[in-house]
């Protein structure tokens, strides 16, 4: 049976914000190279 | 291809059908067939999410659009993070509260039994056609360039996955993706370093991307708003976000992935992982269609790269205006590849020759032009084939230029995304057609030994569905397209009625019924009347049922019998 609970102590906001930094990150680095190389 | 292509193909596919039959033996209840016992841990849940996304389709056709319209369509999955955020934070947690099998099942916990029919036939009615396409779109290409039988492709393709998803269910689907997603990622990565291995020696990488930033192929993120363009970030991150949602979050293929985790936890972590990893997955796909770009800067292309097709207008009266056609864009891809490595040479000598830059330019727009012209001419010769190329670019590399082994490791990758798609997709349908139709048909005294058999009969049932209708497909060209259309048409009112029962707490079933419904009929108006982009139906449809559902509510006197608010 699996545990339903779902405060098992996971820092999941900043999990959650790692992913929106690693978007921007993705974000600018994509544009610089679309610069870059144009 | 050769005796070591075959050996590393069918090696692969048969070792990870026997595992997945292996792996999941012992399988005894409906709920170790429909969620594995709950026993997966996120690497499994998340390799298991990407697996049932990537179809055949993903490494088929990204490189061939990379390589005509370059990197931008990894604009597309921008959203896609931020849906895996929502999904984590508050779908996920209810879903496992209610302890429910399907997404559908939430419906009628929430509202009441008629809207989560309507989720539940609404799935089954798509996903059912897609899974037929999931197995005929790579069948048909692969049946085209290797001169397989399109028949014997589709039935042992979907025969195999029907043998493996019916013995093992749920678990049986995780663990060979697992294995599928190790296949595709190593498949991709050795393919990608061999391109670059064949570049010529004096190109470095920096040159190379500069020469495909040159010719317009590396216009990764653009800011631009416009609503024409199909990607860039605004429609990648809003349109992108809604489409996500809805997949991940509402059609069972997906939510099934996560429902098998060992815990609510478990389940997150998996959906992150995707969410990590999906846009860098798709970055290393769309460059390896870069590379084979840059590749033929310098060895000539084909004019068309449906090769087979282009042998059959070779067969007909328009033979001669071909000869003429290839001689001329011969003689233009000679000037296009002096101007290349001109370019590459000055980029070397670390300074860019903009008078080159231009003269390449216009020597790719000749070449351009001549491609365009040998579209219009297999058009002319035969009126019923297809002009769109971009799906057999890769393959065509694929079997021209990789060495032995590769080239049957390749053809595993591209099988493998078909299988764990569709083993994902017949699963589903499987369980859906089970749990939120025939169980609640009439009233039945428990029997485990019964509901397992009836859930293996039910996927069993979708298997040959699919099947039959990728062997038909050939013959429903328009089809195809229908079916790819319906599926974007009805994502946007099934997230709408999600939405509305997630985040709309007043609102109950028949408001959502009727939202529903006028999004629907809007959503099918615009398609009928309107050019906008398909992305666009999803944010639309969504929007309507939340707005309708709620005014409907408001202005409600009471709320009706038999229906409370969550």
């Not at chain 2, 061999?194 to 317009?216: E, Q």
């Not at chain 2, 972590?269 to 590749?295: R, W, Y």
């Amino acid at each position: 049976m699996s545990d339903r609970s779902d405060d098992d102590g996971t820092p999941w906001p900043k999990l959650y914000a790692l992913l929106i930094g690693e978007l921007a990150v993705l974000t600018g680095l994509f544009w610089a190279l679309s610069r870059w190389a144009a | 291809m050769s005796a070591l292509d075959w050996i590393v193909l069918v090696g692969t596919l048969v070792f990870i059908g026997a595992y997945g039959v292996w792996a999941s033996r012992g399988v005894q209840t409906v709920d170790e067939y429909v969620r594995g016992g709950n026993t997966q841990k996120w690497p499994t849940i998340g390799l298991s999410i990407m697996a049932t996304q990537a179809s055949a389709i993903t490494f088929l056709s990204t490189p061939g659009q990379a390589y005509q319209a370059g990197m931008g369509f990894v604009q597309f999955y921008f959203g896609l993070p931020l849906a895996m955020i929502v999904i984590s934070a508050v779908f996920v947690p209810i879903y496992y509260k209610l302890d429910v099998l399907t997404a559908y099942q939430y419906l009628e916990h929430r509202f009441d039994g008629r809207v989560r029919t309507l989720g539940a036939v609404l799935f089954l009615v798509q996903r059912g056609l897609a899974a037929g396409i999931t197995i005929y779109a790579p069948s048909i290409i692969l049946s085209s360039v290797l001169g397989w039988s399109l028949d014997l492709t589709n039935v042992v393709m979907g025969l195999g996955v029907v043998a493996y998803t019916i013995s093992g269910g749920q678990r049986a689907v995780s663990q060979t993706q697992k294995q599928q997603m190790v296949v595709m990622l190593g498949g991709m990565a050795i393919a990608t370093a061999v391109i670059i291995y064949k570049l010529p020696d004096f190109v470095s990488m920096s040159s190379a991307l500069k020469l495909a930033g040159a010719l317009d192929r590396m216009n990764v993120v653009s800011f631009e708003l416009d609503l024409d363009s199909r990607y860039n970030f605004w429609s990648g991150i809003t349109g992108g976000f809604f489409l996500a949602l809805s997949y991940f979050g509402t059609d069972q293929s997906q939510v099934g992935r996560y429902l098998s985790g060992k815990s609510v936890a478990e389940s997150r972590l998996g959906l992150l992982f995707n969410g990590i990893f999906k846009i860098p997955m798709q970055f290393g796909i769309l460059f390896a269609g870069i590379m084979v770009f840059v590749f033929y800067q310098f060895v000539a292309p084909p004019i068309f790269f449906n090769t087979p097709t282009l042998e059959k207008v070779a067969q007909t009266a328009h033979a001669g205006e071909l000869t003429a056609l290839q001689g001329r864009y011969q003689a233009a891809f000679d000037v296009q590849k002096s101007a290349a490595e001109r370019y590459v040479h000055a980029l070397e000598g670390g300074a860019e020759d903009l008078a080159v830059k231009a003269e390449l330019k216009a020597a790719a727009q000749t070449t351009d032009g001549l491609r365009a012209e040998a579209k219009a001419l297999v058009k002319k010769a035969l009126p019923e084939a297809e002009t769109k190329d971009a799906d057999y670019v890769f393959i065509t590399f694929v079997l021209s230029y990789l060495p032995a082994g590769i080239i049957g490791l390749l053809i595993a990758v591209i099988l493998c995304a078909s299988m764990s798609s569709t083993s994902s997709e017949l699963s589903a349908l499987g369980t859906t057609s089970m749990v939120d139709l025939w169980s609640r048909v009439g009233a039945r005294a428990p029997d485990a030994a019964r509901d397992l058999r009836t859930s293996k009969f039910f996927t069993a049932l979708w298997g040959l569905v699919a099947v039959g209708f990728a062997t038909f497909a050939s013959m429903l060209d328009n089809l195809i397209q229908a079916v790819n259309i319906v599926g974007s048409i009805f994502y946007g009112t099934v997230l709408g009625i999600f939405m509305v029962a997630f985040f709309l707490k007043r609102v109950t079933g028949t408001p959502t019924l009727i939202g529903a419904l006028v999004a629907q009929t809007t959503v099918l108006v615009l398609f009928f009347t309107s050019e906008l982009g398909f992305l666009w139906y999803n944010v639309i449809g969504c929007a309507i049922v939340m707005v309708v559902a709620s005014l409907i509510q408001a202005v409600s006197p009471a709320t009706p019998r038999g229906e409370t608010p969550a």
